[in-house]
């Protein structure tokens, strides 16, 4: 995409971006000149929607069509409530396997029981992402890293071929997480239908190069109707090649699912997952083709958007939907400029209900499993990875050891535990390593040691400036961090240390310390008295706003003394020459507003 897609794709009335309509954003300052990309990209999307949406419902354990069903509303309505221009709302491996799990424990397979409650889940799936959209929960989403992100993207797109390789291949499908499927396609390579294989190695071959030299030709919808043709022609199912077989005809009857209050009730818990993977994945999704193209999502409008499609494909007597990367994928690298493609894909998603069932029944499973991989296959960013992990020096490592490659370490959290243990626990996993390392480092903050640099300038890192003369008599340290409960000890023990016996003044300089807690006071109390023992003065200086407010009232409250000055040559001047750093009676200097 070249920097003149990058400037359309991101309309605007002047200097401030207009507030985004209620209805329909991504149409908002549609040029007709995107017309044909959206309608190609449509057929696209069509042309991988369908055969994906009859394969995820039966994941499911529901009937193939029920997977088209879900895709009408679902498209419709994340069209008009979405932030994305790019993002194919539809059933997905992961959230289809979910599905399976949740409902397989209440009800027998196949049976009405099991696929009223598989499009119950979907319901309260989506009343749960409206209430959490128009409670504007979308801040949650702030929680989940760019890296955390971006390796939860890699593991599912690996899951996700690792997953295809069975019907690239004519193999059995292995169970459990990605390695054991992995393994159970090398054990199982002996037993490759030849002519499935052919079939899949030809069709990811020509998706490829299509994309590569002729990427105008929309390379999926070639490849699909050809996969059908030479099925026809060469009648390759009598030959051991699988196809997607009969589909069921016309539109499915609306309204709510035959259950009862307690079986909506019980799913509860169950959907939250369901809405977390589905979120998670389509967000990221969301965010990566935005801002190739150069806009934002809105995280509460995703959230409203996915909610609106799941209650919608509830009931339509659908399943569980989500944001989907393969499909998100073949729609942007089609050339989508906006939704106009997913009502494109939604209107030939009917037309097929009602005329074109037929012609999908004839659809090599190997042919839909090349075009699935060639969509994902670029997902998989290794040098992603790779520079995160370069995001590190020697200055860094020394303060915080392993911590310093913090991003790094969340992104293969997120990966491994995708492929390990499942996406909705490899999610969870990347968060909780990226809070625990945010916690680690903020609890252990660099603590640099200050030195006055030459002709009275600034007061600089000893550690990046070694060359500095420093006093003896005189400590100065700068925080790089809030003074709060979780590294309270670590700053107090540190500044103790580096104390000498010469030492008569230690300053604190706080301009990098943006707030302080409770903890954080008593901590300067303290130290202010155990340097006190040693005959050492603590002033602390630059204090910003809150720290001289919760200073200023912790002296009101309990009657603590911490000398305060405006900067650090007021307060070594006031104390290392003499001075006693307060005001007569005691209290601290007032430092002005």
Known sequence: MNSHDRIEAVPSSGPARRRNPLVFASLRGYRIGWLRADLVAGLTVWAVLVPESLAYATIAGVPPVVGLYAAVPALLLYALLGSSRHLVVASMSATAALSAGIVGDLADGGSDRYIALTAVLAVVTGLMGIGAGLARMGFLASFISEPVLKGFIVGLALTIVVGQLPKLFGVPKGEGDFFRQLGSVIVHLGDTVVPTAVVGAVSLLLVLLLRRWLPLVPGSLVVVLLGIAAVALLDLDDRGVAIVGHIDSGLPSLGLPDAGATDYLTLVGSAVGVLLVGYAEGLAAAKTYAARAGYDVDPNRELLGLGAANLGAGLASGMVVNGSLSKTAVNGGAGAKSQLSGLTVAALTVVTLLFL???????????????????????????????????????????????????????????????????????????????????????????????????????????????????????????????FFANADHIRDTVRDMCTASTRVAVLDAQTAPFIDVSGTEMLTQLAHDLARVHVTLAVAHPVGQIRDVLRRAADSVGATIAISPDIDTAVQQHHLGGDGGRPDGSPHDVGP
Request: aromatic share 8%; charged share 15%; net charge neutral.
């Open 357 to 483: 069932t037929g012609l999908f029944e004839q659809l090599p499973e190997a042919t839909l499993a090349a075009v699935v991989i060639a969509a994902v296959v670029e997902l998989v960013d290794i040098p992603a990875l790779r520079r995160l992990y370069r995001v590190w020096t020697p200055h860094l490592g020394g303060i915080y050891g392993w911590a310093a490659r913090a991003d790094f370490l969340a992104a293969v959290a997120a990966l491994l535990g995708v492929l390990v243990f499942d996406t909705l626990p490899g999610l969870f996993l990347g968060i909780a390593v990226s809070l625990v390392l945010l916690l680690y480092r903020s609890s252990r903050p660099h603590i640099a040691r200050l030195a006055r640099g030459s002709d009275r300038g600034a007061w600089l890192d000893l550690d990046r400036h070694p060359h500095l003369a420093t006093d003896p008599a005189v400590l100065v340290v700068r925080v790089e961090a809030g003074l």
